[in-house]
Nanobody, 119 residues
């Protein structure tokens, strides 16, 4: 079992920055892709950014050039640096990971952290 512990959400003014962190509790297992999703009120959960174990990244068009995903493989931690935040970035942000346990791939989600962009 892998638990994901998120931190870094909060209230920020438009144009501001926040950095989200997500640490996987179990280091014995191989962590493959890690990602951040978000869900705004009344909307479906959407992929924000994804990073492979090798460091390849992908972003939603709406955040390209503003958000940067990175990871520390030694610590099984993924980060999301969010700059130039807009009110439409307001959502609950969820960490996601794929972990290989005893040869099987499992999918895990964090509990979510609220990001509110407002003046």
């Amino acid at each position: 079992q892998v638990q994901l512990v998120e931190s870094g959400g909060g209230l920020v003014q438009p144009g501001g920055s926040l950095r989200l962190s997500c640490a996987a509790s179990e280091r014995r297992f191989k962590i493959n892709d890690m990602a951040w999703y978000r869900q705004a009120p009344g909307k479906e959960r959407e992929l924000v950014a994804r990073i492979t174990s090798g460091g390849s990244t992908g972003y939603a068009d709406s955040v390209k050039g503003r958000f940067t995903i990175s990871r520390d493989n030694a610590e099984n931690t993924v980060y999301l640096q969010m700059n130039s935040l807009k009110p439409e970035d307001t959502a609950v942000y969820y960490c996601y990971t794929e972990a290989v346990v005893a040869g099987f791939t499992y999918h895990y989600w964090g509990q979510g952290t609220q990001v509110t962009v407002s003046s």
